[in-house]
């Protein structure tokens, strides 16, 4: 019987490839004190190359092998706990994630505004509008703040004008 060397798909290598940017996040990991697994590493490389915000079911259908539901959850909320990545919750019934990039860049806001397309549904973090910190009354104390903003986005607005 013949054995045959296969080579993973484009993607996956290059995705899996030690690229300073992989190593960027293990670093992320590994300063948290958090123990360093492949799921770890492909979920937050996942959503550090995503344009804008994944839900589950997106992140799902980009890890390289079929996702154990339960794991997956579970380092979602693993990582949101321990602000690795950011939970941003539409409406109470959308929940997207996107990495908290400040470990990536310094300059980068933690708390930012999120825009929701009201027609693709799409969230967009919106980083170069911080929340700032409230003055709240004696004795309150602000632990986070979430912005949403509702609208078109400029995608949806162009294909509106074109038809």
């Known amino acids: 019987m013949e054995t045959v060397d296969r080579m993973p798909p484009k993607a996956f290598r290059e995705r899996h ?9 293990v670093q992320i990991l590994k300063k948290k004190g958090i123990r360093v697994t492949q799921n770890r590493v492909e979920l937050l490389d996942i959503l550090k ?4 915000p994944l839900n589950q079911k997106d992140i799902e259908e980009q890890l390289s092998a079929t ?11 693993f990582f949101v706990d321990h602000k690795i990545i950011h939970k941003i ?3 109470g019934s959308l929940t997207s ?16 505004l999120h825009f929701y397309c009201s027609i693709c549904h799409k969230v967009t973090c919106m980083p170069q509008h911080g929340i ?18 509702n609208g078109i986005c400029n995608i949806c607005n162009k294909e509106k004008i074109k038809s």
């Not at 996702?67 to 909320?77: A, G, S």
């Open 67 to 77: 996702p154990d539901r339960v794991t997956l959850y579970r380092n979602l909320r």
């Open 97 to 112: 994630y996107s990495l908290n990039v400040s470990y990536l860049d310094e300059g980068h806001t933690a708390e930012h």
């Open 17 to 25: 490839s030690k690229s300073a940017e992989d190593l960027a996040v």
């Open 89 to 91: 919750e539409i409406n």
């Open 132 to 149: 700032k910190k409230y003055d709240l009354p004696e004795g309150f104390s602000q632990q986070s703040s979430k912005l949403i903003v």
């Open 49 to 52: 190359d995503a344009r804008h």
